[in-house]
Structure formats: C-alpha cells, structure tokens
C-alpha cells in the first residue's frame, strides 16, 4: 500500500479537474491526518455517492452523484489509477472486483482505460467497430440502391422473402455473410444458430406463441434448417452458395433473397460485458432484448470462457432473430492478483 502525503499532494496536482474537485470535498481516509477534521461535504453527506437519510426530517435523499454521474467520475478515476481512492460504488472497479471475487469470475469487461486496454481484443474491437461504422454509414445508400431496383423498402422485402420457401439459408439461421465475417471460426456460431433455428421453429413452439413483431422468425421446415446449417458450415459450400446468391441478386429483379436482402436482415447489438446483469443465483449475464423478452441474451462465464481468445461471445435471442456481440476480456493472473492487493 502507498506512502506519504506528499506523494499523495502530487498524485492530487496530476488529476484532472473533475476528480480534485471531489477529492477535496470528500477526502479519502487514505489521505487525511488522523484525527483532521472533515470537510462541511463530508458532514453534510458522508458518503456522496449513496442515498442519505436526513437525520432531522428522516426523509431519504437521492446520492449526491447520480449513478451516470458516478460512473463517469469512477473511469475517470479508473484512467489516473486512483478508482480505489473513490467512496464504494457500485459503478465501481472495487465493486466489480469483489463481485467477480466472490463468484470466481475469470472475465471482465473490455473496461476501457484499465490494464486491458490495448490488448489486443480491445485493438480489434477499435478497427471493427471502424468497420461497423463505415457499413452503417453506407447504408442509406444500399437502401437506395435497394429501393430504385427492386421497388420496395428492403425491410417489406425481408418480411416477404422471410415466409417464403425462397429464404436463403441465412434468414433461415438468421444469421448475414458479415456476421459470420467478424468470426475467426465461424462454426461455433453457425451450430449456435442452428439450434436457435431449431428450438424457434419446433412445431410446438411455433404454432402457440403469438408472434406480431417484424423480427418474429416464420416457420422453417427442419430440412430447411439442416440444409442452411450443413452448407454454411462449409467453407467451399458457403462460398459456392454465396456467388449464387449474388448471381441471383444481379440476374432477377423480382425480389429474390440475394446477398442485399441478407445484409439487412439480423441486427447485431455490440456491448461491454460490464454492462450487462449479472444473475447471481444462477451465476449468469443477461439482458433485455427489443422484442420483450427481459432475459432474451442469457449467458454464463463458460461460453466466454470457450471464445476467450476472441474476446467476443455472440449471443442469440432465444425468442427473435437479434444477436448480442459481448465484448469482454479473460483476467490474467498478474492482473488479477494485483488488483486484489490494492
Ligand atoms: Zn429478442
């Protein structure tokens, strides 16, 4: 543990303005002489980031740092290295820590500006999102293009093609060429999909539940879903298969499901392991989706285990076709132990 006062009177001069602000009014126990007197923040509201029960009227006062607010000054805090000098926070790393602690966690969040950052998932994860970025801003463009050609929103044409027998073996496993693209091995979440298809239109499944929504899958047969599976499992296959889409694209100005429609067809939602629940009696992550289901992405730290090196987990919705991309990072031993010994 650190050292003098006046090393801490240097620490303080380097911070940024927002954080020596805060450190002035609530002084950490660290930095104080024993027995000084604390500030008239601190005897107003020892703890700022927690809700306080006025001792006069009894009345119950919101923090004095909202949650946004909190987390702001904690990666804040979090990229000078002195988060651990911050009043307990449940935005905060020594929340996390103890949490993953107590549940044995061997993964966190991407958590930009701790000492993952620049590893290499997170250098990845940069140019990727580069990536994303550019495709999105194409994309009014392509839905032109789209437009003029075919005479049609591509969403109508999707919603279409979707209940037709002519659905590609993408929309059957709702999956695109460019999902499976962002994969280094694209099997694990080709077979994902393939059971997602195949619980999704389970004739029980299918036939009961009232589906309204646009993203609501229609029903494939299960040959439809194992023919999409075994061919986009297949390298040669998939990449056979994907010029004939496009030739079909090109050739047939009727609407087919060529590549277009498939680019449109699945949204990909990209977070931080970090900001998803945690369940802790069932020890897993989760997440609301857009079609309802409050639990839709539901995960445990063994999926992230398995793609740990990726630094991604695509998580299906159970009930609709999205897909959530987790980005996260695998505790390494060093970090983990030096953490634990702040
Ligand atoms: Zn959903």
Known sequence: MASSSQNFIQLAKSLPAPLQRFFARWPPAAIVPEGA????????RPNPFA???????????????SLRRQAQLVQ?????????LLPETKKGVEYRLAHRVEHGLRVKGTGVGQSVK?????????????KRRKAMLEMPQLIRAWKTRLGGSPFQLMEASNSSELASHYQVLNLTPAILDTQHDPSALIKKAYHRALLQNHPDKASSAPRGTSSSPSTYTIDQITRAFTVLSSPQQRAAYDTSLRLQTTGDESGAPGSLATKFQTGVENVDLDDLE?????????RSCRCGNDRGYLFGEADLVEVGDEGELMVGCSDCSLWLNVHFAIIEDDDFESKRNL
């Open 37 to 44: 007197a604390p500030t008239q923040y601190q005897e107003a």
């Open 76 to 84: 804040l805090a979090r990229e000078h290295g002195v988060a651990h």
């Open 51 to 65: 809700a306080y029960k006025n001792p006069t009227t009894g009345k119950w006062q919101d923090p004095v740092y």
């Open 118 to 130: 620049g590893h290499i998932h997170e250098r990845q994860m940069i140019s990727k999102m580069e």
């Open 278 to 286: 945690f369940d802790e009696t069932g020890e897993r992550w989760y």
